[in-house]
């Protein structure tokens, strides 16, 4: 069946949901659902920016006509989207059993247009309407209305790659690397060797030592305090001789030997 201009008019509507979608941060696809008497019933476009990948607007309309319309009315209305149902939506599409889907652009242009954009490609094949629903009228591509679907996936790639670039904030605020400057490695290597405290305690003189941990002497009374008698001298003492001496001085004998 040949594209007419009433379905050229609601296929444009289709395409302006895709770009409405674009606008919100989502991915150029819109549908809509068409009455047997030519009344948009029901209208949608890709919301698969919150991490849900099925929620694609051919599924939405599908579940929709399931709860709202008859099987009568769903077999003789009609789907226009901007672009060919994938696997899942013509499968929801089969499944129901809505009428005659008309797209603006097929899933073999999507396929080259990811190639030639640099998109992610899909993980589920880009099989055509007929593969996964033999029985659907199916009609399309529109020529004009395809390559406006283009420059939305076009559109699209770019926002995405500069929302994934850091911004200027961010590259204002990371360390730059100049031309001529040292590295890390050279940096560590000519720093000024600076001890450390315990470095410091070993290598320094006990008066600087004071001075520099804050340390004073309490003042004390008695020999070896400053005006005081002057401290005896400690003898050195053998175990057997002179320290044996020292306990006989105080009264007590030396331990006997086993």
Do not use: E, I, L
């Given at each position: 069946m040949v594209i007419t201009d009433r379905d050229r008019a609601f296929l444009t509507r289709a395409v302006d949901l895709a770009e409405a979608a674009v606008r919100a941060g989502d991915e150029p696809f819109g549908s809509v659902l068409v009455s047997p008497a030519g009344e948009i019933l029901m209208e949608?476009?890709?919301?698969?920016?919150?991490?849900?990948?099925t929620q694609h607007p051919e599924v939405a309309i599908a579940r929709w006509a399931a709860v709202n319309l008859t099987p009568e009315v769903r077999a003789q209305s009609v789907v226009y989207t901007s672009g060919e149902h994938c696997p899942m939506c013509a499968a929801a599409h089969g499944w129901v059993g809505l009428g005659r889907i008309v797209y603006a652009s097929s899933s073999a242009q999507l396929t080259e247009w990811a190639r030639e954009l640099g998109l992610s490609s899909s993980p589920v094949a880009a099989l055509p309407i007929s593969s996964v629903v033999p029985g659907a009228e199916v009609d399309g591509p529109d020529a004009e209305l395809a390559e406006r679907v283009r420059a939305l996936h076009a559109q699209r790639s770019v926002s995405t790659s500069v929302a994934s670039a850091p911004s200027l904030d961010d590259r204002e605020s990371r360390p730059q690397a100049h031309a001529g400057a040292p590295s890390l490695d050279d940096r560590e290597s000519r720093r000024p060797c600076v001890p450390t405290g315990t470095e410091l305690a070993v290598a320094m003189p006990i008066s600087s030592l004071a001075a520099w941990t804050g340390w004073?002497?309490?003042?004390?009374?008695?020999?070896?305090?400053?005006?005081?008698?002057?401290?005896?001298?400690?003898?050195a003492c053998s175990p057997d001789a002179a320290c044996g001496s020292r306990r006989q001085r105080r009264g007590t004998s030396s331990p006997s030997s086993r």
């Open positions: 949608d476009h890709n919301r698969v920016g919150g991490g849900d990948r004073r002497r309490h003042p004390r009374s008695g020999p070896g305090a400053p005006g005081g008698a002057p401290r005896r001298a400690r003898r």
